[in-house]
């Protein structure tokens, strides 16, 4: 569903991604895990399309970014660390909004639209102005308007900043929902238990590089002796801030 070739993201001397190469397949809830300015939202903000490499090449479901960007995107659901939402329109107006921008048709629009509103506990809520929505109210219509097109691929930066237990489970069954159907779901998170929990396989990145990936077994083999993914995810860092000290020396 996702490959990189060596793509990599440079501000004039400063290298923020190193070149990255990635695998991930469809059916399955992927981690992507790491520090702050590790550079996981610089390769989601890639990955999404929303920011271009400076070097090297992505296919979305096959499709070449490069080559056809549209038909790369239109195969995507995308949610920021920071969603946007017109704040004057109705949770059904933002939904139709969303629906034309991707080609939907009206009535498709509303009955997707109404089937994920009720889903999400906003169904009653449909014609009232967003800007009266609580935080928790406005991350499930941005999850709703980001499922609308049913997208084969899902990336996700940090989508339980906020959410009640309850609606953060939801949004967790949501995402194994999505890969149990085939589709593919790209999460980065601080929250390594929700990592733990939901998802097939992980990346670890640091400093811009990889610093791991696999399952969680497989990465835990990195880390001898650690209970739980907090302590891999500790033990590895610490790994790679070592190994990052002798390249900075030599």
Same mark, same amino acid.
């Given at each position: 569903?996702i490959?990189?070739?060596?793509?990599? $993201? +440079?501000?004039?001397?400063?290298?923020?991604?190193?070149?990255?190469? %990635?695998?991930?397949k469809?059916?399955? =809830?992927? #981690? /992507?895990?790491?520090?702050?300015?590790?550079?996981?939202?610089?390769?989601?903000?890639?990955?999404?399309?929303?920011?271009?490499?400076?070097?090297?090449?992505?296919?979305?479901?096959?499709?070449?970014?490069?080559?056809?960007?549209?038909?790369?995107k239109?195969?995507?659901?995308?949610i920021?660390?920071?969603?946007?939402?017109?704040?004057?329109?109705?949770?059904?107006?933002m939904?139709?909004f969303?629906g034309?921008?991707?080609?939907?048709?009206d009535?498709?629009? $509303? +009955?997707?639209?109404?089937?994920?509103?009720?889903?999400?506990?906003? %169904?009653?809520?449909?014609?009232?102005? =967003?800007? #009266? /929505?609580?935080?928790?109210?406005k991350?499930?219509?941005?999850?709703?308007?980001?499922?609308?097109?049913?997208?084969e691929?899902?990336?996700?930066?940090?989508p339980?900043?906020?959410?009640?237990?309850?609606?953060?489970?939801?949004?967790?069954?949501?995402?194994?929902?999505?890969a149990d159907a085939?589709r593919?779901?790209f999460?980065?998170?601080?929250?390594?238990?929700?990592?733990?929990e939901?998802?097939?396989?992980?990346?670890?990145?640091?400093?811009?590089?990889?610093?791991?990936?696999?399952t969680?077994?497989?990465?835990?083999?990195?880390?001898?002796?650690?209970?739980?993914?907090?302590?891999?995810?500790?033990?590895?860092?610490?790994?790679?801030?070592?190994?990052?000290?002798?390249r900075?020396?030599?």
């Open positions: 569903m490959r990189t070739e060596g793509i990599e $993201k +440079r501000y004039q001397s400063f290298q923020a991604l190193h070149p990255l190469d %990635l695998h991930v469809a059916g399955e =809830v992927f #981690g /992507f895990l790491g520090p702050n300015g590790a550079g996981k939202t610089t390769t989601i903000r890639i990955l999404s399309g929303v920011l271009p490499p400076t070097g090297g090449r992505l296919w979305i479901d096959g499709v070449d970014m490069a080559v056809d960007p549209v038909g790369a239109a195969r995507t659901g995308y920021p660390d920071r969603p946007y939402l017109y704040e004057k329109l109705t949770a059904r107006e939904l139709q969303v034309g921008l991707y080609g939907l048709d009535a498709f629009i $509303k +009955r997707r639209g109404d089937e994920l509103l009720d889903f999400h506990g906003l %169904l009653e809520f449909g014609d009232e102005l =967003v800007e #009266g /929505f609580s935080h928790g109210m991350q499930r219509l941005t999850l709703s308007t980001a499922l609308l097109h049913e997208p691929l899902l990336i996700v930066d940090e339980m900043v906020g959410l009640d237990p309850r609606g953060a489970k939801q949004i967790k069954s949501v995402f194994r929902e999505q085939g593919t779901v999460l980065s998170t601080h929250s390594l238990d929700v990592a733990q939901v998802c097939d396989r992980l990346a670890i990145i640091h400093r811009g590089r990889i610093a791991a990936q696999g969680y077994e497989e990465i835990k083999q990195r880390a001898e002796g650690a209970a739980d993914l907090e302590a891999v995810f500790l033990a590895i860092l610490e790994d790679e801030e070592e190994a990052a000290r002798n900075e020396a030599s």
